[in-house]
């Protein structure tokens, strides 16, 4: 049974009824907000949403999620209301040969909103980790259900050292950001991601001339850099990072060769070292 949501005065709860206020609006990206106390996956919860002909701007907030995913099924877990766990319907109108670039938006928007909020040097690992310099403070999923895309963050806030899933993950509160507080950083990514949206959405998906592109790559930890590539089939790529294209593909150069990756094609980037 979960416990009651003020046992931990250092972990309060989000209020629904707050964040719709600031945050829905006419004419906004936003149409609805709900806050759960637990939950499997808020994916999940979006893409039973969607079958029922959920408008795009849906966003689920989970407290307590017990089957949250990665990419690729690996799991994601955090103590109740110790970080941001939730997810977005979006009804993208630009190509499909362009969509790939949503999860990096959406990673983008949420490594810009830590930076003004909580005021730490966040970077973006290709293709959907959010990085205080080596370890992992948030991650991004996207999944395609018809013709809607639902984008998953899992954000750690106030998660303590011995909380840790892993030992290559961190929180704000590890971190000493200025704010771990969980109200104010949710209204700016929300605020984030759709002002980069609706700028990716009026220029058709140009990642070029919406600006996107290289807002992302100058707060890239992957770009620039000699990588390893795990691919499957126990197959590794190294390399050189050199870019990221118009469809949201890792480009590395190897071997006199340039490789385009996609984050289906991919195990993990890791940096590489001699």
């Given at each position: ?13 989000l ?6 206020r600031?945050?829905v ?19 999940a919860?979006l ?12 966003v ?18 955090a ?8 997810s ?32 730490v ?17 948030a ?17 750690n ?13 961190t929180?704000?509160?590890i ?14 990514v ?10 990716w959405s009026?220029a ?17 930890a ?13 197959r ?13 593909h890792?480009?590395v ?9 996609s ?12």
């Amino acid at each position: 049974m979960l416990d009651s949501p003020f046992t931990d005065l250092d972990r309060p709860p989000l209020s629904q009824a707050a964040l719709t206020r600031a945050l829905v609006r006419p004419g906004g990206l936003w149409s609805g907000i709900s806050v759960v106390d637990r939950t499997g996956s808020t994916n999940a919860d979006l893409a039973h949403a969607v079958r029922d002909g959920a408008r795009q701007g849906a966003v689920v907030v989970a407290e307590s999620q017990f089957a949250g995913r990665g990419r690729l099924g690996r799991a994601w877990s955090a103590p109740p209301r110790s970080g941001l766990t939730f997810s977005v319907l979006l009804r993208p109108d630009p190509p499909m040969s362009t969509q790939g670039w949503l999860p990096l938006l959406v990673g983008l928007a949420v490594a810009s909103a830590v930076r003004k909020v909580a005021e730490v040097d966040v970077r973006l690992k290709w293709p959907n980790d959010v990085l205080i310099g080596e370890r992992k403070l948030a991650g991004v999923l996207a999944e395609r259900i018809d013709s809607a895309v639902i984008v998953g963050v899992g954000l750690n806030v106030s998660v303590r050292p011995e909380e840790l899933p892993v030992e290559t993950a961190t929180s704000l509160f590890i971190e000493k950001a200025a704010c771990a507080d969980r109200d104010p950083i949710l209204r700016a990514v929300l605020r984030e991601i759709e002002t980069h949206y609706r700028e990716w959405s009026e220029a058709d998906g140009d990642v070029e001339a919406c600006g996107l592109r290289a807002a992302y790559l100058a707060v890239s930890a992957t770009v620039g850099r000699e990588v390893r590539v795990e691919l499957p089939g126990e197959r590794v790529l190294t390399g050189t990072a050199t870019g990221v294209d118009r469809a949201g593909h890792l480009l590395v150069s190897s071997k006199g060769e340039e490789h385009t990756l996609s984050a289906g094609d991919v195990v993990h980037v890791r940096p590489h070292t001699s």
